[in-house]
């Protein structure tokens, strides 16, 4: 009986990795701006998930939960990424060379753009200009409240116009989804399914 039930939610939890992990990788690439790395914290995200699948497919919204373990995932990556700069920076007594121009709007893309804005902000812009989640939905994913993610977001519209120059803003985060993830995607599914299976095993 309870191998018919692992077995049941094993089927339950490749179909939901198939269906969402793309996603997922956009989704950390966005809010990391490290597209070498998007995929395995996508694939570290299911793992997690899978770990806890019992839980999550109990919960009304899923994929609301696991957009939320890859926002966890990727504000630890870029704490430590933060610290590791200072680290060096204070080691060499000079700073890395992009962050001192001025000269931003009309030669930075989005991503870099996004990259600037703080995490939560960036988060919402994304989540909800991205990904066109409703103001409930990025709630949910992040654990903030509906006011948080519309303040947020309106902030976060307001720094990408200055620092893009332009009005275009919302179309120009959508276009940035489709080019987030470098590689093949379907092909980047498949080896982190193995990589999963490999680990579960």
């Given amino acids: 009986m309870g ?3 692992d077995d049941t939610a094993s089927v339950e ?3 939901f990795f198939e269906r969402h992990y793309a996603e997922l990788s956009r989704l950390a690439n966005l809010l990391t701006g490290e597209a070498d790395t998007a995929d395995d914290l996508a694939a570290d995200a299911l793992l997690a998930l899978w770990h806890r699948w019992d839980r999550v497919r109990a919960a009304d919204h899923p994929v609301a939960y696991a957009r939320g373990v890859v926002a966890n ?30 000269d931003v709007a009309g030669v ?18 994304v989540l909800r ?36 120059g332009t009005r275009e803003v919302p179309q120009r985060v959508h276009a940035a989804v489709g080019t987030a993830a470098r590689g093949d995607a379907a092909e980047g599914m498949r080896k982190r399914s193995g990589k999963v299976e490999g680990r579960d095993r």
């Fill in 108 to 125: 930075v893309d989005v991503q870099e753009a996004l990259r600037r804005l703080p995490f939560r902000k960036r988060a919402c812009v």
């Fill in 13 to 15: 939890f490749h179909a």
């Fill in 73 to 102: 995932l990727a504000r630890t990556r870029i704490r430590s990424a933060v610290r590791e700069r200072r680290r060096i920076a204070l080691f060499w007594s000079q700073r890395e060379e992009r962050t001192e121009n001025p």
């Fill in 129 to 164: 200009h991205a990904f066109d989640l409703s103001e409930k939905d990025t709630a949910l994913a992040l654990g903030v409240s509906v006011g948080t993610v519309k303040s947020q977001t309106s902030k976060g519209m307001a720094e990408l116009q200055r620092l893009l």
């Fill in 3 to 5: 191998t018919v039930v």
